[in-house]
C-alpha cells in the first residue's frame, strides 16, 4: 500500500458513518433488514388460508413423535434426529469458516485495496469493510442459530430416549409431546439460520453499490418465499400435486 492511500485509509477511519454510508445505502440496507425480519415473522406466522413449509411441517414433526411411541426398535427416529444434528453442524462449520474468512479480509487493508482494485469495486478500502463487516453480522447471526438449533436437536434426542417402551405408560405420549416441541424448536432456529444465510449472500451485493444491494434483497426475498408458499415441496407436504 502506497503512503497517499494508507493516509487516506487513515483519514477514512477517523470519518462518522454518516460520513461512510450514503442515504441510498442507508435505505439500501434498511430494505434488507425489514425483508430479513419480515420475511422471519411470515414464514412463522402466515396467513390462516396460506400455510408456509414451516408451519405444515410442525404437524408431522408431531406426529412423528406420535409413531415413534409405538416403533420398536427406534433405531429410525435415533438415525433421523443423528441426521438432523449432522445437517447443523455442517452449517455452523461453514458459518465459522465464513467469519474466519471475512475477519482475515478486513484485517488486511493491502489485500482489501487489491480487491477493490483487481474487482473493479465503486468504493473505498473503508466503505468496502464496513460492507463486508455487515455480511459478517448476518453470518453470525446464523453462527449463533444454527449452535443453538445443534443443542436442541440433541435436548429432543434426549427426550425421545427418556420415552417409555411401553406404549400404555402414562409418561409416553406426554414426554414424545415435549420432544416434538423441541424438535419444533430447533428447527425454526436452523431455518431462521438458513434465512440468515440467504441474506448474508444478498449482503454482498452491496459490494457493487446500493442498487446491487437493492436488487439482490428483493431476489432473495422472492426465493424464500416462493419456497415456503409456493414450491414443490410444499405441494407435496400438502398432497395438492395431480394425480396420474
Known sequence: ??????????????LPLSGLLHPLDLLAVG???LAWGGTGWLCEHPPAGRPSVSVLMKVHRRA????????????????????????????ASGSMIAI??????????????????DLTLPADTVRLEVRVIFVLILVANAFLKFVWSHRVFGYCAIVMAAVPNDPDHPDAYPRAAQAAELNI???????????????ALAALGWML???ALIVTTLATTFVILRSEFASGS????????PRS
Open 100 to 117: 474466519g474468512g471475512g475477519m482475515a479480509l478486513i484485517g488486511n487493508p493491502d489485500r482489501l485495496a487489491t480487491l477493490v482494485e
Open 209 to 211: 453499490g446500493p442498487l
Open 1 to 14: 500500500m502506497t503512503t497517499a492511500r494508507l493516509c487516506g485509509y487513515r483519514r477514512a477511519m477517523t
Open 31 to 33: 430494505l434488507l433488514l
Open 234 to 241: 410444499r405441494a407435496a407436504v400438502l398432497d395438492e400435486r
Open 64 to 91: 412423528w413423535m406420535r409413531e415413534m411411541v409405538t416403533r420398536s426398535p427406534r433405531i429410525f427416529d435415533a438415525s433421523v434426529i443423528d441426521s438432523l444434528r449432522r445437517g447443523t453442524a455442517f452449517f
Open 185 to 199: 424448536n430447533a428447527a425454526r432456529n436452523f431455518n431462521s439460520g438458513l434465512r440468515a444465510v440467504f441474506f
